[in-house]
C-alpha cells in the first residue's frame, strides 16, 4: 500500500437524506461511523419483522435509488443537541430535533415531495439506540479512495462528488483501486485501527447527483464495463477505538 492519508471524513445523521463533512471524530471498537444513520424514515410499506428493535433492512426505508432528489439533501447537525438542519436546492432548509415527535412529523413532511408518488409515502422517523440504519447489519465504517472516484469521473467524461457514494472515510493517496487490496489487511488510521473486510457493491442511488438531485452518470455502467464489477470502496470494522482527523495517516499493519 502507498503512503495514504485521510482526505475527508463524512457522515449521514438521516439514512439517504442528508451528507455532512466534519474534521474529526472518535472511532469506537465495534461500533460503526459516529452519528451516522442515527434515523432513518421509513415508508408507509415497511416490514420490520419479528425485532422491530434491532436492525431493519434497507428496503424498509426512503433511499437514493429510488428518487435522487433525495441525494441532494445536505446537513448541518448539533451532534450534542441531537439538532439537523437540512437543506435542498429546491426547498426551505428545515432545522428539527428527530427525536422530538412533532419535529419528526415535520422532517417527514419536508421529505415527502423528494419521494417518487409512485412509490409508498413517507411513514414515519425510525431510531433503535446503539444501532445505526447502515445498509448492512454489521457495523461497518464504509472507506473509499478519492483516486479511484477521479478514475470513474474520467471514464465518465465528468467530474464525480464523493457524496454519490455515501462513504464515511475518504483516503487520498492510493492508487486507482489500491482500496481493494486492503481486504482482509488492518489499517491505523490516526488512532484508530480498523480491519477491512469487504468489497462495496452499489446501487442506483449513485448515478445522482447530489448538487442537482438528478440521476445524470451511469456509475454502474462504467463500473461494470471498466471494472468488470458494480463495487466502490471497502467495508471494515473499528478493532481499536480511538480519535481521527482529517490528515491522519492510514498505515497498513
Not at 52 to 62: C, H, I, S, V, Y
Not at 76 to 83: C, F, H, L, N, W
Not at 155 to 174: A, E, K, P, T, V
Not at 196 to 203: L, P
Request: charged share 25%; hydrophobic share 40%; glycine share 10%.
Amino acid at each position: 500500500m502507498t503512503a495514504a492519508s485521510i482526505a475527508r471524513l463524512c457522515r449521514h445523521p438521516v439514512k439517504s437524506c442528508g451528507y455532512e463533512e466534519v474534521a474529526r471524530v472518535v472511532l469506537s471498537a465495534g461500533r460503526a461511523f459516529p452519528f451516522d444513520r442515527e434515523w432513518a424514515v421509513a415508508h408507509a410499506a415497511a416490514r420490520f419483522g419479528d425485532d422491530p428493535g434491532g436492525w431493519q433492512p434497507k428496503l424498509n426505508f426512503l433511499r437514493g435509488w429510488g428518487s435522487a432528489d433525495l441525494m441532494a439533501v445536505a446537513c448541518i447537525s448539533d451532534e450534542g443537541a441531537r439538532r439537523l438542519t437540512l437543506t435542498h436546492p429546491r426547498a426551505e432548509p428545515l432545522t428539527v430535533s428527530p427525536d422530538d415527535p412533532a419535529d419528526a412529523a415535520r422532517l417527514v413532511a419536508w421529505l415527502r415531495p423528494f419521494w417518487a408518488e409512485t412509490r409508498p409515502e413517507p411513514a414515519r422517523v425510525v431510531r433503535v439506540p446503539g444501532v445505526p440504519m447502515t445498509d448492512v447489519p454489521d457495523p461497518f465504517v464504509a472507506v473509499l479512495n478519492t483516486a479511484s472516484n477521479r478514475a470513474l469521473g474520467q471514464r465518465l467524461g465528468q467530474d464525480l462528488s464523493i457524496h454519490r457514494w455515501r462513504g464515511n472515510i475518504w483516503l487520498d493517496g492510493l492508487a486507482p483501486w489500491e482500496e481493494f487490496d486492503l481486504v482482509g489487511r488492518e489499517v491505523a488510521l490516526g488512532g484508530a485501527v480498523l480491519r477491512v473486510e469487504q468489497r462495496i457493491t452499489r446501487c442506483k442511488a449513485t448515478s445522482a447527483n447530489p448538487a442537482t438531485g438528478r440521476f445524470d452518470a451511469d456509475t454502474l455502467g462504467a463500473l461494470e464495463d471498466g471494472c468488470g464489477h458494480q463495487d466502490f470502496g471497502v467495508y471494515a470494522r473499528v478493532l481499536q477505538g480511538g480519535p481521527v482527523a482529517v490528515g491522519d495517516p492510514a498505515v497498513p499493519r
